[in-house]
């Protein structure tokens, strides 16, 4: 079992930076992929970014890419998102997800692969 706890959204303007993390317990976390989905209201949800086990792979959902940098640290059992140059139209529920070995540690856009959800930090920005 994981549990993971996202943190660090708020409300921010456009063009400034946020930086998300998100705690996860257990011991699965270094052999666990992790990957950010995000959803506004009414849409559904969407894949922004994910990281490999050992953090040597990276992808990310072209509407982030340049702007936003996933990152995380096993030893802290933490993954990031550092947001930069924010728009309006990245205000969302950010969520982190864990894709354990029981789904081959997958990093990528298919948000079924992924076993484990936090409950979401809501970003805002404004115009």
């Known amino acids: 079992q994981v549990q993971l706890v996202e943190s660090g959204g708020g409300l921010v303007q456009a063009g400034g930076s946020l930086r998300l993390s998100c705690a996860a317990s257990?011991?699965?976390?270094?052999?666990?992929?992790m990957g950010w989905f995000r959803q506004a209201p009414g849409k559904e949800r969407i894949f922004v970014a994910a990281?490999?086990?050992?953090?040597?792979?990276?992808y990310y959902a072209d509407s982030v890419k340049g702007r936003f940098t996933i990152s995380r640290d096993n030893a802290e059992n933490t993954v990031y998102l550092q947001m930069n140059s924010l728009k309006p139209e990245d205000t969302a529920v950010y969520y982190c997800?864990?894709?354990?070995?029981?789904?081959?540690?997958?990093?990528?856009?298919?948000?079924?692969?992924?076993?484990?959800w936090g409950q979401g930090t809501q970003v805002t920005v404004s115009s």
């Open positions: 990281i490999s086990r050992s953090g040597g792979g990276r």
């Open positions: 257990g011991r699965t976390f270094s052999s666990s992929a």
């Open positions: 997800a864990a894709s354990t070995y029981l789904s081959g540690s997958y990093y990528g856009p298919d948000k079924g692969r992924y076993d484990y």
